[in-house]
């Protein structure tokens, strides 16, 4: 099976298709199939009469391995069941497998996933957090790396790492995603400003604040919110990071008031060290460089890209002379 052109086919699945899926491998029958999301993953709303919804995610980037799916849902499982989290719970097939390739052309397959439904609204998608999600944001992220800090991961874990190598490769995919429209010398500089921040950050496994799975992900859009309570959820990014790079993800999309609010729910639950300021700083820069060159594979986004860069530039560069 080719896992990496299942994007190809994904876009002629049809809802048929869908239905003998949930049937033949999770002994469901659907009455309602309604895509949520597209991107690098295919998201339904699949309902089930007397058992409700569930979510169905096909991963047509080819993204990931079975193996780093399957190990991204047993952390699922682990969160879901020793943590007071609220998270999408993984559904196992028929066949007891968290990860089923479904071949959907003679030459083609898509890794499929199912979750249970998780009750509340999205975010806005750019939009900031309010205070009072600031707070609950604070908590939820203390609380994910409390499990963190637990964890002992099985021989088999496989997840991506977000080491000083991925930053770096960040920066050069984004100099190249940006050649035709900015001046080389000044992508040149952004990237030897950023090989300086990285030097002077030390080895990332080693900073402030402890190093473990992470998120890797948090904005509005990955939030959901019922009762006034938030959930956290796609944990389709999740890996190896320090654990100060959730927060600053997070406060990419706050102002000064929220990311105090921020803070102080974070560490009413998960003391930090208190040399962690100038570490969360720089991650925040390497949050925002790894932001816009994932926007900046996307030519729509560009506008956006390029009236951001120089945000980014100056934050950068203040590191480098403080």
Same mark, same amino acid.
């Given at each position: 099976?080719?896992?990496?052109? =299942?994007?190809?086919?994904?876009?002629?699945? #049809?809802?048929?298709?869908?239905?003998?899926?949930?049937?033949?491998?999770?002994?469901?029958?659907?009455?309602?199939?309604?895509?949520?999301?597209?991107?690098?993953?295919?998201?339904?709303?699949?309902? @089930?009469?007397?058992?409700?919804?569930?979510?169905?995610?096909?991963?047509?980037?080819?993204?990931?391995?079975?193996?780093?799916?399957?190990?991204?849902?047993?952390?699922?499982? @682990?969160?879901?069941?020793?943590?007071?989290?609220?998270?999408?719970?993984?559904?196992?097939?028929?066949?007891?497998?968290?990860?089923?390739? %479904? =071949?959907?052309?003679?030459?083609?397959?898509?890794?499929? *996933?199912?979750? *249970?439904?998780?009750?509340?609204?999205?975010?806005?998608?750019?939009?900031? /957090?309010?205070?009072? #999600?600031?707070?609950? @944001?604070?908590?939820?992220?203390?609380?994910?790396? %409390?499990? =963190?800090?637990? /964890?002992?991961?099985?021989?088999? $874990?496989?997840?991506?790492?977000?080491?000083? !190598?991925?930053?770096?490769?960040?920066?050069?995919?984004? +100099? #190249?995603?940006?050649?035709?429209?900015?001046?080389?010398?000044?992508?040149?500089?952004?990237?030897?400003?950023?090989?300086?921040?990285?030097?002077?950050?030390?080895?990332?496994?080693? !900073?402030?604040?402890? $190093?473990?799975?992470?998120?890797?992900?948090?904005?509005?859009?990955?939030?959901?919110?019922?009762?006034?309570?938030?959930?956290?959820?796609? /944990?389709?990014?999740?890996?190896?990071?320090?654990?100060?790079?959730?927060?600053?993800?997070?406060?990419?999309?706050?102002?000064?008031?929220?990311?105090?609010?921020?803070?102080?729910?974070?560490?009413?639950?998960?003391?930090?060290?208190?040399?962690?300021? #100038?570490?969360? +700083? =720089?991650?925040? %820069?390497? !949050?925002?460089?790894?932001?816009?060159?994932?926007?900046?594979?996307?030519?729509?986004?560009?506008?956006? %890209?390029?009236?951001?860069?120089? *945000?980014?530039?100056?934050?950068?560069?203040?590191?480098?002379?403080?």
């Amino acid at each position: 099976m080719i896992f990496e052109d =299942a994007s190809r086919c994904a876009h002629r699945i #049809q809802r048929e298709e869908l239905n003998r899926l949930m049937l033949s491998h999770y002994g469901r029958q659907a009455s309602d199939i309604t895509l949520l999301r597209e991107g690098d993953n295919r998201v339904f709303r699949v309902h @089930v009469p007397e058992e409700g919804s569930y979510i169905l995610r096909l991963h047509t980037s080819g993204r990931h391995t079975p193996e780093a799916l399957t190990s991204e849902l047993e952390w699922l499982n @682990v969160l879901a069941h020793g943590t007071p989290l609220r998270v999408p719970q993984p559904v196992r097939s028929v066949f007891n497998s968290l990860v089923v390739p %479904v =071949a959907f052309e003679a030459s083609l397959s898509v890794l499929c *996933t199912l979750f *249970t439904w998780l009750e509340g609204e999205s975010l806005p998608e750019g939009e900031e /957090f309010t205070l009072e #999600q600031a707070a609950n @944001v604070g908590q939820i992220l203390a609380r994910l790396h %409390v499990e =963190a800090e637990r /964890f002992q991961a099985p021989v088999h $874990f496989e997840r991506p790492e977000y080491n000083s !190598a991925y930053f770096l490769s960040c920066g050069e995919e984004f +100099k #190249q995603n940006l050649a035709s429209s900015v001046d080389p010398r000044r992508l040149d500089l952004l990237n030897d400003c950023l090989v300086q921040l990285l030097q002077g950050l030390g080895p990332l496994e080693e !900073a402030a604040g402890g $190093f473990g799975i992470v998120h890797a992900d948090v904005h509005p859009g990955n939030f959901l919110q019922h009762n006034n309570e938030l959930a956290l959820i796609d /944990f389709d990014r999740c890996g190896w990071g320090p654990l100060l790079l959730d927060l600053a993800h997070a406060d990419l999309a706050m102002d000064v008031r929220a990311r105090a609010a921020l803070m102080s729910g974070y560490t009413r639950i998960r003391p930090l060290p208190a040399d962690y300021e #100038q570490s969360l +700083k =720089a991650l925040r %820069v390497l !949050a925002a460089i790894e932001n816009l060159t994932v926007l900046s594979r996307r030519p729509h986004e560009l506008p956006f %890209v390029l009236e951001a860069m120089p *945000t980014v530039e100056q934050a950068l560069c203040g590191l480098i002379r403080s």
